[in-house]
């Protein structure tokens, strides 16, 4: 093998190109394991980064892809040796360090989870960083005292990636799920776990510095006006776990609901998590947090060839669900 397939977002002058092309090893910047990919995925972020919509990669030129799953091509880290499953979710991948959208991929072996007992190499990256930080965050609410018996969960953004892998599992593990969304689809919602649908278009958020308490949590893809009036609607000592910004990137709320009701504001990044976090929420992944719908969220599955048909599907809020790439590195 003396070139493979790579796609890479350019700055020529100001203005982002993207595209397909032959990279050589060498080319993909350092790390001292090499994956030979079977399977990525596509990310909100992948296509911010391949457009040009948003400021997520760091440098350029750049290979694009947050995640990708397959088996250890060459290692100088005694912990892998060719032919392991193995797979890598976030970590700076397509953001400051070459990504998944390649046929090789290059990383630090601190940065690789052994492919779990229970999943598959495509499994892994159904799941993917959506997956990864919709559990990550059931984790850190879970480690802050959130149980089923506390009532209701909401999780806005539901039809996405995250929001729907986060339906799925809590759903899953016992919990009742009220999804907000904007985009209707009740049936595709009830069909994934959620026990209450919440039209966004309707809601009534009010204005007050503590509204009723009407979840016992939240996990929130949004941000913006939907993360205060979440922060106003928590009941006591709910946790709020804030995974997204679609909404906007302010927050403008009070310390009421933090000393009046002791709700907990849990911000979950997946990229600086610990080790041992990622790998113990990487085993509930593939055990009690395995999504029974996944088969259902991962609405497509697509050849390496066709991710650039699919970046502006994602920037105009048509995409549901989950797509996997197919890469099969020859």
Known sequence: MSTFKAFRVHNENGKINSRFEQMSIDQIGTGNVVIKAAYSNINYKDALAATGEGLIMKRFPLVAGVDTAGHVYTSEDSRFKEGDPVLVVGRGLGEEHDGGFAEFVKVEGDWIVPLPEGLTLRDAMAIGTAGFTAALAIQRMEDNYQTPEKGTILVTGATGGVGGMATSMLS?????????TIDGKEKYLESIGAKEVVDANTLEMGERPLEKGLWAGAID????????WITRTVKPYGNIASIGLAGGQDLVTTVMPFILRGVNLLGINSTYCAVSLREKVW???????KPAAMNTIVTRTVDFDDIPDLFNDYIDGKITGRTVVEIQAK
């Open 172 to 180: 899953g593990v016992g919990y009742d799920v009220a999804a907000l």
């Open 283 to 289: 085993s509930r992944l593939a055990t009690d947090l």
């Open 221 to 228: 893809a949004v941000g913006g006006k939907t993360l205060a």
